[in-house]
């Protein structure tokens, strides 16, 4: 569930310019063009690292070089209907791709999608976390990357317990 003034910032969010990118549905779903600037794989990375209890490491269904972005299980915080497998809340596709998977509440990927910030994962309906897990559209500017990190940080948030 995503709190009143959390769900009021995400529908204050600009709708993502242009087309939506191509993306491929199997045998992973990615994107395959508009590709972002070669350094914004490391900033997310960078930024993402530095979250409390995050661990980073690789991601067993997903391409190689993929970052897994994890909740530390030793803390005992995992909102098991907030993250992907295995206390994933997202992980980020490696370079030339940069598009990334996130668990969100229903309420926030409503949004994210009708601003065009990304699309639903093909497996929805057909695997645990299918029906939370979506495809974010990699950031192709600074102001895009903005809006990609605060939606990273929103999956950080709903998938800690409190």
């Known amino acids: 569930m995503v709190n009143r003034d959390r769900l ?4 204050l969010l600009p709708a993502r310019i242009g087309p939506r990118p191509r993306t491929a549905p199997e045998p992973t779903h990615r994107q395959i063009n508009q590709r972002p600037m070669l350094f914004f794989n490391d900033l997310i990375l960078n ?22 972005f994890f909740l ?12 992907l ?12 791709d940069g598009s990334l998977h996130l668990a969100l509440p229903v ?10 910030w990304g699309e639903p994962h093909p497996d929805t309906g057909l695997n645990p976390s299918g029906d939370r897990e979506m495809l974010l559209y990699c950031p192709r500017n600074r102001a895009e990357l903005a809006v990609v990190l605060a939606l990273l940080r929103l999956a950080y948030d709903t998938a800690r317990v409190p």
């Open 72 to 83: 530390a299980s030793s803390v005992g915080m995992t909102n098991p209907d907030m993250v």
């Open 8 to 11: 009021k910032t995400l529908r």
């Open 47 to 68: 930024t993402v690292s530095k979250y409390r209890h995050v661990l980073l490491g690789p991601v067993r269904r997903a391409p190689n070089g993929t970052v897994g």
């Open 107 to 116: 309420e926030a990927r409503r949004i994210v999608m009708e601003k065009r």
């Open 85 to 96: 497998a295995n206390d994933e809340f997202s992980h980020l596709h490696p370079r030339p």
